[in-house]
């Protein structure tokens, strides 16, 4: 039995299938009902007693179904880690199962610094309780106990964040982020900005943003109603006048006419990904008592994340070597990075423009290195328009970021794991030259890109 789940957030579809085995069980529990038992024969990633549906009442529960034998599961469990490190302190708590021994999990949890929590179910209590027919499949248990959603692992985020309460649109998170701002509030602002760096797009209409600020109105995620066909005089820096605007934005006299020259002239495909990334940076660069934090509670990706975008003194990049845990995650995951990279550069080479070999071995070799989880298309069905690298859904317009992002966090990682501080000045001509030397191998190996969509 096979199965495609839907990736929901329009105008992606998910199309390879992510079921690979069938287990006869009970029927599934549907969304609306009340969450059966959980148990398991021991815990990983655990501390105190096991977890139940009781002692766990007012968080949101994640179920992530799984096993290492599972080549879809293995493939997303670096986007349940990221679920983990992401959601963890804001109400989130991921449970993964699987019926193998905690001695065959223990060591692919350690190689991979997966830090979630992990239940060895080999009598398939819990498996059968929720009528796992195959895998992975997740489950979301809202704060009452209930069930509010059953997928895959691609499309559990947004029912966590639902689940949550967590508002996720761009739009409203930008305006939420200039609100707090203007309240001078710094922990409201720095969560709030944190969201907007995690849910900021690469390419953002922030024309029809400012045009329904200006007009008084909200402009809906998705509207096409503040949009103004013709700039009246395009804007030379829209980051620069968006800086402005944020600070002024207290003050509705200043605050006005930046809206207006944005209005008038803004981009309508702004990256409001580096902006965002820009601004948390500037106003939150990585402290030492931030960094021990993280490692103590073993986010070592978010660690390593953080230093290569938030702009660390030479005092935390010393601590952060000095770190063995940190350097042993590093060691490992290094090549990971470079290989996403890779995979990356695939997609935006080949993949995404329509430049696939021609020759049929070539082909096949190809797709055979790319080994992705699914692919994402257009609403016609005629292009793909993101893949799944890493456990995340990597779109054409942010694949360019996400190459980068791995490379450099590869670099950082390969100093980190020889236990020396990473040098981040120069860091970026270093990426520019790994994705050049990438792109040159690919061409080696595939031939030239030669676009074919028209």
């Known amino acids: ?44 990633n655990w501390d105190g007693e096991a977890p139940t549906l009781a002692s766990l009442q007012g ?27 992401r959601y963890k302190d804001r109400g989130l708590t991921v449970l993964a199962i699987t019926y193998e021994p905690a001695a065959t999990v223990r ?29 992975p499949t997740t489950y979301v248990l809202d704060r009452e106990g209930k069930i ?20 996720a649109g761009p739009v409203t998170l930008l305006s939420s982020y200039l609100e707090t701002i203007a ?6 602002g720095r ?27 909200t402009v809906g995620e998705g509207s096409d109603s503040g949009r103004v066909a013709t700039p009246a005089a395009a804007v030379k820096d829209a980051g620069e006048l968006l800086r402005r605007c944020a600070e002024a934005w207290g ?8 809206l207006e020259q944005l209005a008038t002239g803004g981009p309508a495909d702004f990256d409001l990904t580096a902006f965002a990334r820009a601004r948390f940076a500037a106003e939150f660069p990585l402290e030492l008592a931030e960094l021990k934090a993280m490692l103590k509670d073993k986010k070592y990706g978010s660690a390593v994340a953080a230093i290569v975008e938030r702009e660390p003194s030479a005092k935390v990049l010393s601590a952060a070597a000095k770190d063995r845990d940190l350097a042993k995650f590093c060691a490992g995951q290094a090549d990971d990075a470079t290989k996403m990279a890779h995979k990356g550069m695939m997609a935006a080479l080949y993949l995404f423009p329509g430049a696939l070999p021609k020759d049929e071995k070539v082909n096949s070799d190809f797709f055979r290195e790319l080994a992705v989880s699914g692919f994402a298309t257009s609403e016609d069905k005629k292009r793909i328009t993101g893949v799944m690298l890493g456990g995340e859904l990597v779109t ?9 992002a791995q490379l450099g966090q590869a670099l950082v990682m390969a100093s980190l794991g020889d236990g020396k501080a990473p040098k981040l000045r120069g860091l970026d001509k270093l990426v520019e030259k790994q994705r050049t030397a990438i792109e040159r191998d690919l061409a080696g190996r595939y031939g030239k890109p030669e676009p074919r969509n028209k």
């Open 148 to 167: 509010a959603h059953v997928g895959s692992p691609y499309d559990a985020e947004t029912a966590v964040e639902r689940a949550l309460g967590l508002e």
């Open 1 to 44: 039995m096979t199965h495609s789940p839907v990736v929901r957030s329009h105008p992606f579809r998910l199309l390879a299938p992510l079921v690979v085995a069938v287990v006869g069980v009970a029927q599934q529990p549907t969304v609306g009902s009340a969450a059966p038992a959980i148990a398991a024969d021991s815990w990983l």
């Open 107 to 135: 060591p692919f949890l350690a190689e991979h610094g997966y830090t979630m929590a992990v239940g060895s179910d080999p009598s398939k209590q819990t498996i059968s309780a929720y009528g796992i027919r195959g895998w």
């Open 396 to 404: 054409s317009e942010q694949v360019a970021g996400y190459v980068d």
């Open 59 to 85: 968080r949101v529960v994640l179920l992530e179904f799984w096993g290492t034998w599972c080549g879809p599961c293995v493939r997303a469990m670096p986007g349940i880690q990221k679920l983990h490190e």
């Open 183 to 188: 309240g001078r509030d710094t922990k409201a």
């Open 251 to 258: 003050d509705e006299a200043r605050r006005t006419p930046l």
């Open 191 to 217: 969560e709030a900005l944190e969201r907007l760096v995690e849910k900021a797009p690469h390419t953002f209409d922030l024309r029809a943003w400012a045009k329904g600020h200006v007009a008084g109105e």
